[in-house]
């Protein structure tokens, strides 16, 4: 779709930018989702927030943590059952926690 529409809406980079996540390529993950502008969407700052805390980035990753703090407050309590919906597997969810809390957000046990 990308390819195909020059006027294509930025949230298309951000399945691209998980599937580099998935496979561990954090630094061509965050190139990625530095395309994606959707800032009232919470899944933009998780996903900007996730890369920063795997990529060790704690301080740069408090802008992210507090955009997707004003948007959906309640995220750290309903991560899984968000990111299930999405059919996101148990394994991922659980990376994707730990990065997050590397970031630091503070995301309560299950």
Excluded: C
Excluded at 39 to 56: F, I, M
Excluded at 81 to 110: C, F, Y
């Amino acid at each position: 779709a990308i390819a195909l529409s020059p006027f294509h809406p930025d949230w298309y980079y951000q399945p691209i930018t998980w599937n580099h996540y998935w496979k561990g390529e954090y630094e061509q993950a965050l190139i990625q989702s530095q395309k994606v502008n959707v800032p009232g969407d919470h899944w933009t700052w998780v996903l900007r927030a996730t890369l920063y805390g795997a990529l060790g980035r704690k301080a740069d990753a408090q802008p992210a943590i507090a955009n997707l703090l004003k948007l959906y407050p309640g995220f750290p309590k309903t991560i899984r059952e968000e990111m299930r919906k999405w059919n996101t597997p148990d394994d991922i969810i659980d990376r994707v926690i730990s990065d997050l809390r590397k970031a630091g957000l503070n995301v309560p046990p299950q």
